[in-house]
């Protein structure tokens, strides 16, 4: 199967959890697809390495491992990975699915930003690509096609499928990944990067925003990268007059070829970008004069640039400084440049102090002492305001109420992001499951948290259970969402329901099965056994033996005679309990068979004297003789005759004579 072909991956249900929908976009790499994840019922991004690549054991490893290290970041500027993992011949990952548009598809109707758009997106990029500068990766990719724009204003940072753990080997044999319009130096010239080569490709990114072009262009990706490795990028407002110098000193900053002289990672440059905003804000960054000379190449232009400084407005003020305190020093045009410098600001001026270091005298002992009190004073401010010293710790939210998590979030320095809600089966509905950043990153103040409060378990639909065999009922409780659990089954005789089929369902407690029920609830299942076996007709050691078998006990509570059912053999039974369960016992009553009594003797005797002994033997007394005649009636015999054991209650009949 292609990876890259569409047509064989839509519709496909991967690993028995995503859906695929339809198609986002491909790549180099990967293809990438809307899904559906059928466990959280939402939808996802999944990009799956096309077939060729994961055929690759090595490709197919980085794939796993640059999957594993882009799910450790979080940040709402960061597209957020949930999953990873095979399926057959399919390497994936699964990712927060955006719905929007990128920065390329604004760029393209827009052709360019404006200075304030430009910042913003750079601020959230920025953002974003921090935190993952501070656990050691590096994106490689900065690029407006990998800049998000959310329907619903986000702006996320995606696709760390070339990023690499910033003290692995991020180079691969000769070959240089990454999109060679926005390639850093170092990667061309030396096949390695680090979090700098990140800052590089933003600053270039910052130029297209602002101009609406890249700085290098060609036919042949071969001479772009040469002019990325030999030419210093020049500043936006070249192309577009009227850009704030504090822009173009941002970006010839964050461009340096060298990167020990770029910012020293995102962060760095965010807060740069924060200061250039405020100074903007504050008519600090004053526009480029068109025919104002932006950025020297030899000495001699650099001394005319020093020396015609204060016709200018001064594009960076030191952090925490007033602009007039420079400015009222005769020094102050030397000692600016290194006050930003040694402050992290743009690296336009540390050229210029470097390009005017040999006109310092040993006279400016003074003034040196100043700039180098300044100096530190200014590393102090940018590192407590703006700085790694002004971030804040993310608390720990898990387990609050909203209401306490917002308070939370606002009382340590922070602003609340999003609310989601989940359902959950561990946290009690209210509650915060989850928050995002996690507790325990280094954040600026005011950056944005968001959480996810449980709604408890889902609320499923019971099942119709009655009538099912047990295997059939068993599948659609656990299909439905809820627990069978095989420990808590009942099994009950019945004269209406077949053997091993449900009776009923029940509560783990034995109550009736409502309509709806919180997911994973336990359901109980009363299963017939069938109906109680019938044993009348049965010797009595059958009906024991019969009732046995099934877990019944048997128990004899009558014998009486039976003139129908032979002695010994079961006329009838009843139950003890409703219902009947195994151990339960069924009572019997047994035939003595007919009652037989012997039939005396009355030969010769009085027929009335002979009717009376018979009538109290049990019998009845049949005979001939009239009414008149019995005192005189004599017995001759009787049928049956004496000594016969027949049934109490026959009759017998006698031959008599009279005697006149």
Known sequence: MNAANP??????????????RSLIARGGMATVYVATDLRLDRRVAIKIMHDHLAADEAFRDRFIREARAAARLAHPNLVNVYDQGEDGDLAYMVMEYVPGITLRDLLHDHHRLTVEQTIDIMDAL??????????????????????????????????????????????????????????????????????????????????????????????????????????????????QPGIPRVLDDLVLWATERNPDDRPTDAGAMLAALRQAERDIAAGGGAPVPPDSPTLPSDSGEATRLLATADDHDQPWHSVNQPT?????????????????????????????????????????????????LMAFAGVIGWWQGYGPGSYLITPDLTGMSEADARQQISSSG????????????????????????????????????????????????????????????????????????DADERREFSASVPDDH??????????????????????????????????????????????????????????????????????????TTDPVVAGDTINLVVSKGPDLVEVPKVEGEKLKNAIKKLEDAGFKVSHRVPELFIDSARVVSSNPPAGEKIERGSTVELTTEVKL
């Open 7 to 20: 047509d064989t991956v839509i519709g496909r249900l991967i690993d028995d959890r995503y859906r695929v």
């Open 414 to 485: 922070f602003v609340l992001g999003e609310v989601q809600h989940e359902n959950s089966l561990d946290t009690p509905a209210g509650q915060v499951l989850r928050s995002d950043p996690e507790s325990g990153l280094s954040l600026a103040p005011k950056s944005a948290i968001s959480i996810v409060i449980s709604d408890g378990p889902s609320i499923l639909t019971v099942p119709a259970l009655a009538g099912l065999s047990r295997d059939e009922a068993i599948a659609a409780i656990e299909n439905a969402g809820f627990v069978y659990q």
């Open 126 to 239: 920025l953002a974003g690509l921090q935190v993952a500068h501070r656990q050691g990766i590096v994106h490689r990719d900065i690029k407006p096609e990998n800049v998000l724009l959310a329907d619903d204003g986000r702006i996320k940072l995606s696709d760390f499928g070339l990023a690499r753990a910033a003290t692995s080997n991020t180079a691969t044999g000769s070959v240089l990944l990454g999109t060679i319009a926005y390639l850093a130096p170092e990667l061309v010239t030396k096949g390695s990067a680090d979090v700098r080569s990140d800052v590089y490709s933003a600053g270039i990114m910052m130029y297209e925003l602002l101009v609406g072009e890249q700085p290098y262009r060609g036919d042949e990706p071969v001479n772009i990268a040469f002019r990325h490795a030999n030419d210093d990028v020049p500043p936006p407002s070249e192309k």
């Open 324 to 372: 007039g305190a420079i400015n009222a020093d005769p020094m102050a045009a030397v000692a600016e440049p290194l006050l930003r410098a040694s402050a992290g600001l743009p690296a336009t001026a540390a050229r210029l102090e470097r390009i005017n270091r040999q006109k310092r005298r040993s006279g400016q002992v003074t003034a040196s002492v100043v700039v180098l």
């Open 502 to 575: 449900v009776i009923s369902g029940t509560t783990e407690d034995g109550a009736p099965l409502p309509q709806e029920m919180a997911e994973q609830s336990t359901i109980r299942l009363v299963v017939s056994e069938g109906k109680v076996p019938e044993v009348a007709g049965q010797s009595e050691a059958d009906a024991m033996a019969t009732l046995d078998a099934v877990g019944l006990k048997g128990n004899v509570v009558d014998r009486p005679f039976s003139s129908d059912v032979p002695e010994g053999v079961v006329i009838s039974q009843s139950s």
